[in-house]
């Protein structure tokens, strides 16, 4: 069997998961499964993503909380992303779920659109120490008045440069978006056509365009409610006349130029590896996963956050990175609620999962950490920063809607590739993305 | 203990039930998935039966269109052209050549190796901007070309990785070329036929079953392609390598459109089933099975 009819298969496996739990009833048998209690034992299944990294702290933590809590045993399930959402989505569809999860803030929308999805952690007080989380943070995790997720850490997207690259330009960081704008034409002439003041995918783009449109107009660029586009007809032309500039002025590679090295992540490129593209507009949870492919000795700094003038909001996408959220069906969830706070704010656990999940937003857990010397100096420059900005926009998470995301790219991609003018991109931007929006929020 | 009956359905059991559980049942289950709004994150209970809205949808989605006629050029260039080449090299290799055995080997590797996720990854560099073949080009003083960066290039690099798996296909051809018989190229000779003119009148008419074999291997396999585009490309540029296998993919597991996803994959289905009959329903003016020959009675055509 070749690899495209595994592939087929795979697919149609996945269905007969999915399938198999809510036809057959399998579902019914395996609901006990959630946990399980023997003799006054407790077992509790966890399940995460991430690196081998993360998984060898995380797994320390469990220890050390078994250790705490001997009637206890914790179940650790983990992988990496790619797949994990299938994995987690067949679970819960299957009530196979396990208690304790690491969700994505986005997938709060997927799973507890009613803030029933998830156990309301609420009812923990006892369990959590709430006060070490602020009322944003709390609020990133509640939908309709129930606490269904608590982040671990926070993320934002900011614009991380190639500190070598500039040096040998003999030009600063840029500071203000008409500096950005003007690194393009400098790097041409003083390093070659070869070399970009920034670069990334579309999605990194439409991010860095999107905080751009949201400093001017100061609300968030989707509305969940109307389910449309927060903003006019007028600023997604200025949208798409930003695409058009940065192109042609040689601050961000050209989609020709990008799609020419194929279909592969930014810190795998050849040129972001040696310097050329230098500069990123990235989530700080994952500029290590970045400077980690840097050939040789290059440094990479945090660039101060380029403000329009009179902005009163630097139009971030500021979100928690990572929750932990309990099975709504969990036959444990006050154990289930100890062993979040034990991860999240007990000198123990904080600890042993270090900054494996980005610098935790419990504040225990930043001065145990910080005390420790365990925060690295992009990490603590990003914190500094996101705590410096004016971030009170909250964006809708349709925004980062695979659909939502892929509208944006199909257009610039066509205007990119000249297909449509920049008339009709800032048009299509307008029309098809409400249209987009209409469709995917229910 | 066991009668022979017992046993017989024990030995085949592992067949039976993995052919019900992994191929008949998500069969099954897809077809009717197709007929409902499923999203993969809800529970299956809350999907509604949409009947044939999905099918329908399809004719306003464009992106299904571009899909399906990126798919339908890709299958069309590839089967011939792969088919052709895999001839080719096996008649050549049929030659009683020195080290035969090297070259059949060595020709039919990339198909041991071709599917594979790495080859692909290998591709995407021999093919990329600054890849293998723009720095051979650049040797020889010849500007590079955008072969990812530009949608018909694009297009012709997965194209590429599908041909040069044709190591399959042209071991069929060989063992289908040491079949026929030697005699008739001696008489052939005698005649005073040409290579060439024995090549047509004799190889390629023996050859028609081994071909018709072939061809529904490699139409069946051209439709289903999907890691080619979906590791060097992503589909792209403007969708012009989004063959149909990759858009199922995305709509069902980035999108969570299970409905549709399914939908499309049924029709992707009736499409492979649909040139497979037209291919077994024209059989008959065109491929030579030697045993009808030599029923005098006739009528009893393959």
């Not at chain 1, 987690?88 to 009613?114: C, H, K």
């Not at chain 1, 601050?251 to 810190?267: D, E, H, I, K, N």
């Not at chain 1, 000795?297 to 945090?302: F, G, I, P």
């Not at chain 2, 090549?199 to 999907?226: H, K, R, S, Y």
Request: glycine share 8%.
């Amino acid at each position: 069997m070749s690899n495209l009819t595994l592939t087929a298969a795979r697919l149609h496996r996945r269905n007969l998961l999915l399938g198999a739990a809510a036809l057959t009833g399998l579902s019914a048998c395996s609901k006990s499964q959630t946990s399980s209690s023997n003799g006054g034992a407790i077992t509790l299944r966890m399940s995460w993503w991430g690196g081998t990294s993360a998984h060898k702290a995380t797994l320390n933590a469990l220890q050390l909380f078994e250790k705490r809590h001997p009637h206890i045993r914790v179940r650790g399930e983990y992988t990496g992303f790619t797949g994990h959402l299938e994995r987690l989505t067949t679970q819960i569809a299957g009530e196979t779920a396990p208690d304790v999860m690491q969700i994505n803030w986005y997938w709060q929308t997927l799973f507890s659109r009613d803030g029933e999805g998830f156990t309301d952690l609420n009812q923990y007080k006892n369990e959590i120490d709430f006060s070490q989380f602020d009322a944003r943070t709390l609020s990133m995790g509640t939908t309709a008045g129930k606490l269904n997720a608590l982040a671990i850490s926070n993320a934002a997207r900011l614009m991380y440069l190639n500190k070598t690259t500039y040096d040998k330009s003999g030009l600063s960081l840029p500071d203000t978006w008409d500096s950005l704008f003007a690194r393009g034409p400098q790097f041409k002439a003083k390093l070659g056509d070869a070399y970009y003041p920034l670069d990334g995918l579309f999605q990194d783009f439409i991010a860095l365009a999107r905080s751009y449109i949201v400093q001017k107009t100061g609300k968030a660029l989707v509305n969940s409610e109307t389910k449309s586009l927060n903003c006019t007809r007028a600023d997604m032309h200025e949208y798409a006349g930003f695409y058009a500039k940065m192109i042609r002025d040689h601050v961000w590679p050209s989609a020709q130029v990008r799609a020419s090295y194929g279909y592969l992540p930014q810190q795998e490129m050849r040129p972001w590896i040696n310097g050329e593209f230098a500069g990123t507009y990235q989530w700080n949870s994952a500029i290590e996963k970045y400077t980690d492919t840097l050939a040789g000795k290059q440094e990479v700094a945090l660039a101060p956050y380029p403000m329009r003038p009179g902005a009163t909001d630097a139009g971030l996408l500021y979100r928690p990175s990572m929750m932990f959220a309990v099975n709504a069906k969990s036959q444990h969830p006050r154990e289930s609620a100890m062993l979040i706070n034990f991860l999240l704010n007990d000198p123990e656990g904080v600890r042993a999962m270090e900054t494996k999940r980005g610098v935790p937003v419990s504040k225990a857990a930043q001065k145990i950490l910080r005390d420790d010397g365990l925060i690295g100096k992009l990490q603590q420059d990003s914190e500094d920063m996101l705590a410096r900005l004016p971030i009170n926009v909250l964006e809708s998470p349709y925004f980062e809607h695979p659909r939502v995301r892929d509208g944006f790219q199909d257009i610039l991609e066509a205007f990119g590739y000249g297909k449509i003018t920049l008339e009709q991109a800032g048009d299509a931007l307008y029309d098809d993305i409400n249209a987009i929006l209409h469709r995917v929020i229910r | 203990m066991f009668n022979d009956k017992k046993i017989g359905s024990l030995y085949v059991a592992p067949f039976v039930i993995g052919f019900l559980l992994f191929t008949a049942f998500p069969f099954v289950a897809s077809f009717v998935l197709s007929l409902t709004d499923a999203q993969l994150q809800d529970q299956l209970g809350s999907a509604n039966f949409t009947g044939l809205q999905n099918y329908t949808e399809m004719g306003r989605d464009a992106t299904f269109q571009k899909s399906l006629g990126v798919t339908f050029f890709y299958v069309f260039i590839t089967v011939p052209l792969k088919l052709a080449f895999a001839l080719f090299i096996a008649v050549v290799l049929n030659f009683k050549l020195r080290a035969i055995g090297f070259f059949r080997t060595a020709y039919y590797l990339p198909s041991i190796l071709g599917g594979s996720v790495a080859i692909a990854i290998v591709w995407r560099f021999v093919f990329a901007g600054d890849g293998l073949i723009n720095q051979a080009l650049e040797i020889i003083g010849i500007t590079g070309v955008n072969w990812l960066g530009e949608p018909n290039t694009a297009m012709f690099s997965i194209i590429l990785l599908r041909l040069w798996q044709f190591g399959s296909a042209m071991v069929v051809f060989l063992a289908g070329l040491k079949a026929i018989p030697e005699d008739l190229y001696e008489a052939a000779d005698l005649d005073g036929a040409s290579r060439v003119r024995q090549f047509w009148m004799i190889t390629l008419p023996l050859l028609t079953p081994v071909l018709f074999f072939n061809f529904i291997m490699q139409i069946v396999q051209a439709f289903q392609e999907f890691n080619g585009p979906y590791i060097i490309t992503g589909g792209g540029p403007l969708k012009s390598s989004y063959l149909l296998p990759l858009m199922i993919y995305e709509e069902g597991f980035k999108y969570f459109n299970l409905g549709y996803s399914s939908a499309l994959s049924w029709v992707l289905f009736v499409i492979i089933a649909v040139f497979t009959a037209i291919a077994f329903w024209s059989q008959k003016h065109w491929v030579f099975y030697a045993q009808d020959r030599e029923d005098k009675n006739g009528g009893a055509q393959k």
